[in-house]
């Protein structure tokens, strides 16, 4: 298998502008996150899904954020409008649920976007 | 106020030399799991703890469970320069209704010189 594949590694745009992150997961995950990393704040969960139907979304910082996943093998984040302050690497992560719900899997993550925003 | 509290934040020491690193809650876990990111790549999975006072040995690294299921500790013998990199410990809430979900640490940053 491919990983969890991100786009694009690299994003710098100007503030205001619209900016959408992709997230393919590993095929037959049923689990897909979104993480922000600064070093400020370390690793934060955004939003995550299951069976692409959002479970907890309550670490999206504000409504400029917005996440999808439209069927099981594609999910984007997007900014609207982007703030300096939303620079950071985006990660995405999957993983699948352990039989009997017992427990926590392994998530694996993607390569990351480094975003910048000017 | 960080759930996980991971301590140290910086660790810079010479090849051949031992380290520990924390990770510490008021809250109980139903697991724990030790990742390692290096730069420009994502966080990679180590070792997942989920009984209290288990211990894991991976070659040179070894992962404690705390009894009451609230620390961690990763302990690294003679590491070596390959071991550079960013450590997080990783937590699922005992008892929590978000199934799958994971709390991370701030991170251990780890320099080993040669």
């Known amino acids: 298998d491919a990983g969890v594949i991100q786009s694009p590694r690299h994003e710098v745009t100007e503030m205001g502008q619209e900016v959408t992150l992709r997230c393919k997961p590993i095929?037959?995950?049923?689990?897909l996150f979104w993480y922000r990393q600064t070093m400020m704040r370390g690793l934060e969960l955004l939003i995550y899904f299951n069976n692409n139907v959002p479970i907890d979304d309550s670490g999206m910082p504000e409504d400029r954020f917005s996440a999808k996943m439209p069927n099981a093998s594609f999910s984007t984040l997007k900014i609207q409008p982007s703030e300096p302050r939303d620079s950071a690497v985006y990660f995405c992560?999957?993983?699948?649920?352990?039989?009997?719900?017992?427990?926590?899997?392994?998530?694996?993550f993607g390569p990351g976007t480094r975003l910048t925003v000017l | 106020t960080q759930l996980l509290e991971q301590s140290p934040q910086f660790l810079s020491i010479q090849e051949g030399e031992n380290l520990t690193v924390y990770c510490n809650s008021s809250s109980v876990f139903s697991s724990l799991q030790w990742y390692r990111q290096e730069p420009g790549e994502g966080p990679v999975l180590l070792v997942t703890?989920?009984?209290?006072?288990e211990v894991k040995k991976l070659k040179r690294l070894t992962f404690q469970f705390g009894d009451a299921r609230k620390d961690s500790s990763l302990h690294i013998t003679a590491a070596q320069p390959g071991d550079t990199g960013l450590y997080l410990c990783a937590g699922a809430l005992a008892g929590g209704t978000s199934y799958g979900k994971l709390t991370f640490g701030q991170g251990t940053i780890l320099t080993v010189h040669p």
């Open positions: 095929s037959g995950h049923d689990y």
């Open positions: 992560a999957s993983s699948f649920a352990l039989a009997g719900g017992i427990g926590t899997d392994t998530q694996y």
């Open positions: 703890v989920v009984t209290g006072g």
